[in-house]
């Protein structure tokens, strides 16, 4: 029988150690929402333009040394991609990234960049998972999933620690009271989870890929529809939550909400007003889930803005709307 491991909040303050030893704290900035002062965490502005640095960082630099050489394997339609892609790169790492045919051009872009080598696939039910299981065997590489590892979720939930200092710096005694975070397959909310134990979590995703929503409301896993509606939220195109995710939100009682397209489409004009920053569809789930009323906002709230990798022109027609 396997033992897996299982995510700490020991790990969680291990990863922030790593993760401050080589990068500075993302930005966190304060905006109101209907007259409540609310902290945006910008780990839109992390060197790969998303969070998913943190865990990468954390997942590898726990690889031993001699089996560094035969590198690491994840499978991604993006941001994890870059992240493994950077943290091979820093460690001297080969790394291959299985990534969708229809994945954003600048995420596929950027993963090369930061020299992994990319194999397409189609963006069909478990396809890349099992091209990239099937690497990782044949290479005796090490398979890096994008949510369900330990070290993953320990690594991404360094944010949460990281914020919470960041709360003390700016004097706001009473900490962090409330975590609002983008969910796809729950990596970040679960390392929140265990970083920020007195917090509340509430987990966003985009309508119809709400799958972690309806699982912590069911009590059990819920799988995305095979007739899941079109996204602009690549990123939380997750069809199966998996269970080290749901075991520590479920255990937290994290609650979930859903938002629409049109409303993560005025998330992102409000963080470009607002923030003056740049964020993705999948990004701004959170803040949409504020604006639309379905978060009420409170003294002592975390949004955290995960990603700012956008498509240029498809971002520009995003600014050009009203709706």
Same mark, same amino acid.
């Given at each position: 029988?396997?033992?897996?491991?299982?995510?700490?909040?020991?790990?969680?303050?291990?990863?922030?150690?790593?993760?401050?030893?080589?990068?500075?704290?993302?930005?966190?900035?304060?905006?109101?929402?209907?007259?409540?002062?609310?902290?945006?965490?910008?780990?839109?502005?992390?060197?790969?333009?998303?969070?998913?640095?943190?865990?990468?960082?954390?997942?590898?630099?726990?690889?031993?040394?001699?089996?560094?050489?035969?590198?690491?394997?994840?499978?991604?339609?993006?941001?994890?991609?870059?992240?493994?892609?950077?943290?091979?790169?820093?460690?001297?790492?080969?790394?291959?990234?299985?990534?969708?045919?229809?994945?954003?051009?600048?995420?596929?872009?950027?993963?090369?960049?930061?020299?992994?080598?990319?194999?397409?696939?189609?963006?069909?039910?478990?396809?890349?998972?099992?091209?990239?299981?099937?690497? !990782? @065997?044949?290479?005796?590489? =090490?398979?890096? &999933?994008?949510?369900?590892? /330990?070290?993953?979720?320990?690594?991404? %939930?360094? *944010?949460?620690?990281?914020?919470e200092d960041q709360f003390e710096e700016f004097g706001l005694d009473d900490g962090i009271v409330h975590v609002v975070t983008p969910c796809g397959g729950g990596g970040l909310a679960a390392g929140l989870a265990l970083a920020l134990p007195?917090?509340?979590?509430?987990?966003?995703?985009?309508?119809?890929?709400?799958?972690?929503?309806?699982?912590?409301?069911?009590?059990?896993?819920?799988e995305a529809a095979d007739e899941a509606p079109p996204t602009a939220c690549d990123s939380l195109q997750t069809r199966r939550v998996s269970q080290l995710t749901?075991?520590?939100?479920?255990?937290?009682?994290?609650?979930?909400?859903?938002?629409?397209?049109?409303?993560?489409?005025?998330?992102?004009?409000?963080? !470009? @007003?607002?923030?003056?920053? =740049?964020?993705? &569809?999948?990004?701004?789930? /959170?803040?949409?889930?504020?604006?639309? %009323?379905? *978060?009420?906002?409170?003294?002592?709230?975390?949004?955290?803005?995960?990603?700012?990798?956008?498509?240029?022109?498809?971002?520009?027609?995003?600014?050009?709307?009203?709706?």
């Amino acid at each position: 029988m396997t033992i897996v491991r299982q995510p700490t909040r020991a790990g969680v303050r291990d990863a922030a150690a790593k993760v401050a030893a080589i990068l500075p704290p993302t930005p966190l900035f304060f905006a109101e929402i209907k007259g409540v002062e609310v902290a945006f965490k910008a780990e839109s502005l992390q060197p790969i333009g998303a969070f998913k640095i943190r865990g990468a960082w954390h997942r590898l630099t726990a690889i031993d040394e001699s089996q560094r050489s035969k590198g690491v394997v994840a499978f991604s339609s993006g941001n994890h991609a870059q992240g493994v892609a950077w943290a091979a790169r820093e460690l001297g790492m080969p790394a291959v990234i299985v990534m969708p045919e229809d994945a954003p051009r600048v995420k596929r872009d950027s993963t090369l960049s930061l020299g992994a080598e990319v194999v397409g696939c189609d963006r069909g039910k478990g396809v890349r998972e099992k091209i990239a299981a099937h690497l !990782a @065997h044949a290479r005796g590489a =090490v398979l890096v &999933p994008s949510f369900d590892d /330990a070290w993953v979720i320990e690594g991404q %939930g360094s *944010v949460g620690i990281e914020a919470e200092d960041q709360f003390e710096e700016f004097g706001l005694d009473d900490g962090i009271v409330h975590v609002v975070t983008p969910c796809g397959g729950g990596g970040l909310a679960a390392g929140l989870a265990l970083a920020l134990p007195d917090a509340a979590i509430t987990v966003v995703e985009p309508e119809g890929w709400d799958d972690m929503r309806r699982s912590l409301e069911a009590g059990w896993i819920e799988e995305a529809a095979d007739e899941a509606p079109p996204t602009a939220c690549d990123s939380l195109q997750t069809r199966r939550v998996s269970q080290l995710t749901f075991d520590v939100l479920s255990r937290r009682s994290a609650t979930g909400v859903a938002v629409a397209e049109a409303e993560i489409r005025t998330a992102q004009r409000w963080a !470009a @007003h607002n923030l003056r920053i =740049v964020v993705e &569809p999948g990004g701004a789930v /959170a803040i949409a889930a504020l604006l639309a %009323g379905k *978060v009420t906002p409170e003294e002592g709230m975390l949004v955290i803005v995960s990603g700012g990798n956008v498509d240029a022109d498809a971002y520009a027609a995003v600014l050009g709307r009203d709706d």
